[in-house]
């Protein structure tokens, strides 16, 4: 069974920090694509970063580029997002997936497993 289990979101005000964490079972990361979804009330899910399936490439949308910190640790499954500087627009429900191709903007593209998600809020 597939299990894919996020941590670390909450509230924090602007400029502020928080440590997205996920562990998954179920399945390996080896050679797959992984990464992080967000999706804001009202707005379409948005791609905020991923791990090619090699590993050897981390990609991040423009608007966190600089800011978010992705890394992950394939012998233990587990993967986090470090997030810094954050502003009241990185409000969203963050989601830990995998999926077949990790895009050069930051998009996980097939995605066949997602977590139910860490709610992150960053107020003004």
């Known amino acids: 069974e597939v299990q894919i289990v996020e941590s670390g979101g909450g509230l924090v005000q602007a400029g502020g920090s928080l440590r997205l964490s996920c562990e998954a079972s179920?399945?390996?990361?080896?050679?797959?694509?992984i990464g992080w979804v967000r999706q804001a009330p009202g707005k379409e899910r948005e791609g905020v970063s991923c791990?090619?399936?090699?590993?050897?490439?981390?990609y991040y949308a423009d608007s966190v580029s600089g800011r978010f910190t992705l890394s992950s640790d394939n012998a233990k499954n587990t993967m986090s997002l470090q997030m810094d500087l954050l502003r009241p627009e990185d409000t969203a429900v963050y989601h830990c997936?995998?999926?077949?191709?990790?895009?050069?903007?930051?998009?996980?593209?097939?995605?066949?497993?997602w977590g139910q998600g860490a709610q992150v809020t960053v107020s003004s």
């Open positions: 997936a995998a999926g077949t191709v990790c895009s050069g903007r930051g998009e996980l593209l097939g995605v066949n497993y």
């Open positions: 179920g399945f390996t990361f080896d050679g797959v694509a």
């Open positions: 791990i090619s399936n090699s590993g050897e490439s981390t």
